[in-house]
């Protein structure tokens, strides 16, 4: 199993914003912001198929998300991760003084976790704060 | 006879659209049709249709199930906990109305809080080098009219902003600008190859978080001077050529977004940008534009420094002035150094949007959500309480992305019982200053006010 340090950006996606005013426990915005875009070519390298689970990690946390081809041309060596909940999981809150954290531009590692399931908004953020009360 | 209503605000992104119309039932009560807007506004206006829609505020009980309270109760409780906390934190605002903003400000003051909006994890780092730089902006209209050349720095409009583009920056046909499209030349600077970059006549894909450097390469070559063969990944003669584009320009319009604001370099980026505008008004004329994100998140911006002279991060804490310095006293630094014991979240989502362990340390004290509907904030919080949607069946001012106040309207009529921000916290200033035994002298001094109830407060 390979692991390769990425630079990871979050960023918005039209099928993320129409997700959202949607509500955020809709079925379209787990399936818009679950997901990571990653080049071909680093998917090769990381041995890992497209449309199936990553577990990404930064200095801060990880999360799981599906693997798909970028839907807007990514170069190799960065992942997108549509900003959301998901993204939120490994975003480091390191603000350079400034009060705005690093949601663009930090390393994460992504390994292949094919048998590791999403877990959905709710779970993730309740989960958190310990207030989830599904199974796991 | 179902009604179509005309010139409509539409509550999304910062490109504020007025040009919506909305086909409501004969009632009033739901929206059947929404012409001229992106899918976003569309979805919008339709979730409000949603008949699971909360009506009362909704408390957390201590064995954690929840429970429907009145208004008059969630009120109380939302006063004595600001009352209660030392240092409550009170963010949001990117989507509200002006009145709203300016009722929690009062809230605010009573309460000794520190005030933020959403500009403080999205373009509260382009404030910050406006106030090392200046803004030498203009309004979307002059973009529209005058702009030959068009540069997309870090934003990704057909995304984030879906009709900027056929609105305001490349295709309408201005005054000076009868021929649209093709009579401007659209630069795009973006590691990925966005569809606003194959929408753009150049390209430059930079290395993610080297935008500052290629500020500077832009900027050595304006003056005059050589740079390296590769900058930030760039070939030095699409430098220049890109450099030369802008330096002919009639009308050079620069608009920059979060890959500027959230990356490495955060306000220095900006600065950058904002000092190669000022350059290139030695040769011609230029103008840059912050894509400011919601709809109105220009308001708490307009609406805070009119009231106490700062953008955002306001610390009230002092009770007789205000404080702001980034950093310190923004949201995030707050939450990550435990320096808040209360947290109230209006119109955003702090739960979904903030880094999870900035949620980890607000969670630990009170959680007071705010908000039209369910939000991962709402479903984490101790009390959340549901009010009417700006823009959809509350109308409002509203300030778009280059401070342009729009007046909203309400398509649909509210839901019963269920109060507009304004309202709900003119309540909450009433319930603290009864609680405090002082006079409400905001509300007095508010010509159209409907608290407090009683009318004159001064006399009595």
Known sequence: MSKVIMNMITQRSIEEGAAMEKGKTNPDYFDACSICEINPEDMKKLGIWKNTNVRVTSECGSVIVKAIEPTQFCPPGLAHIRQGVWANQVVPPRTQSTGTPQYSGFPVTIEPAINEKLKTALELVQGSVGLWKGGK | ?460
């Open chain 2, 1 to 460: 006879m179902p009604k179509l209503i005309t010139g409509v605000g539409c509550p999304y992104c910062g490109s504020s659209c007025d040009d919506l119309e909305v086909l409501v039932s004969d009632d009033e009560t739901k929206v059947l049709e929404v012409h001229n807007s992106c899918i976003i506004g569309s979805n919008l206006f339709h979730h409000a249709n949603d008949p699971t829609r909360p009506r009362l505020p909704r408390q957390r009980q201590p064995d954690g199930s929840i429970k429907e309270i009145p208004y008059e109760e969630a009120i109380d409780y939302f006063a004595k906990t600001l009352l209660a906390a030392k240092k409550p934190l009170i963010y949001g605002f990117g989507s509200t109305n002006c009145e709203g903003m300016s009722a929690i400000g009062r809230i605010a003051e009573k309460a000794g809080a520190v005030l933020d909006n959403c500009a403080t994890i999205c373009h509260g780092p382009s404030f910050l080098a406006m106030f090392d730089n200046g803004y030498p902006s203009c309004t979307l209209g002059e973009a529209k009219n005058r702009a030959d050349v068009v540069v997309f720095w870090g934003c990704n409009p057909m995304h984030a902003h879906p009709r900027h583009t056929s609105r305001y920056s490349i295709f309408p046909r201005g005054y000076f600008t009868g021929k649209g499209q093709m009579q401007r030349t659209v630069i795009s600077v973006d590691p990925r190859e966005t569809d606003t970059a194959k929408l753009a006549d150049v390209h430059l894909m930079l290395d993610q978080g080297h935008d500052y450097e290629l500020f500077d390469a832009f900027r050595t070559v304006l003056r005059g001077h050589d740079i390296p063969d590769k900058v930030a990944g760039i070939d030095k003669e699409t430098i220049i050529k890109s450099v030369d584009i802008m330096k002919k320009a009639r009308f050079c319009m620069i608009f920059f977004g979060m890959g500027c604001t959230h990356t490495d370099g955060r306000n220095h980026n900006i600065d950058a940008a904002i000092s190669m505008t000022r350059d290139l008004n030695d040769h011609t004329k230029c103008s840059i534009m912050a894509m400011r994100g919601h709809y109105n998140i220009a308001g708490p911006g307009q609406v805070w420094s009119w009231q106490f002279g700062f953008p955002y991060c306001i610390d009230l804490s002092k009770g007789t002035h205000a404080h702001m310095n980034p950093g310190e006293t923004s949201s995030i630094d707050l939450a990550m150094r435990d320096e808040v014991d209360c947290f109230v979240n209006v119109g955003a989502d702090a739960g979904a949007h903030f880094p999870i362990q900035a949620v980890q340390h607000l969670k630990k004290h009170p959680f007071i959500v705010v908000d039209p509907n369910f939000n991962m904030a709402s479903e984490i919080a101790d009390l959340h309480i549901p009010v009417r949607i700006a823009g959809v069946d509350e109308p409002g001012v509203v300030y778009r992305m280059d401070n342009v106040p729009i007046q909203f309207k309400a398509v649909l009529k509210g839901l019963p019982g269920v109060p507009s921000d304004e309202e709900l916290f003119d309540r909450v200033y009433e319930r603290m200053c009864e609680i405090t035994l002082t006079q409400p002298i905001w509300l007095a001094a508010k010509e159209n006010r409907k608290y407090p109830h009683n009318t004159n407060p001064m006399v009595s």
